[in-house]
């Protein structure tokens, strides 16, 4: 990277004037809160948060944590009449499951008694069969021919 003195000098020059710019805006304010300047990283989202509300954020994030883990470290959570913390939610009970073990039983003797078994493809999906090979075979033959005899005119 080659930069000459001029264009450093054009940059330093740049960089003072957004500075000043910056003081009489912060001047024009008084104190007013600004959002954070490009030194603070934004979130994946791009939004910027301030120190309170990050500090917010990740006690929230350990008190899930906690909750998850089961350990007392956390504060209790308000009660939204959930499950308890170590049983998991949308499972299947045993009797649930044996009843869906009996109506997909009955499903599939009904389809065995009414289409019989039926016999799985021995082809693979895409494969070529030995008839469409020689097919294909001979229309290259054919194309090849075709392009040395409209070469050698």
Do not use: H, Y
């Not at 300047?37 to 509300?53: E, L, Q, Y």
């Not at 895409?126 to 033959?141: I, N, Q, V, W, Y």
């Amino acid at each position: 990277m080659d930069i000459s003195v001029k264009d450093l000098q054009e940059a330093i020059s740049i960089r003072q004037q957004i500075d000043n710019l910056q003081r009489r805006l912060s001047s024009l304010l008084r104190g007013a809160p600004q959002r954070p300047t490009v030194t603070t990283a934004p979130t994946a989202a791009g939004r910027f948060f301030s120190p309170a509300t990050r500090a917010k954020l990740a006690a929230a994030a350990r008190a899930r944590w906690a909750r998850r883990r089961g350990t007392g470290a956390a504060a209790p959570a308000k009660s939204t009449g959930s499950a308890a913390p170590g049983k998991r939610k949308g499972q299947l009970t045993p009797a649930g499951r044996r009843k869906l073990s009996q109506l997909m039983k009955a499903r599939w003797a009904a389809r065995r008694k009414a289409g019989g078994k039926q016999k799985a493809s021995t082809r693979k999906k895409g494969a070529l069969t030995p008839a469409g090979r020689k097919r294909l075979s001979e229309l290259m033959k054919a194309r090849w021919a075709a392009r040395r005899k409209a070469g050698s005119k």
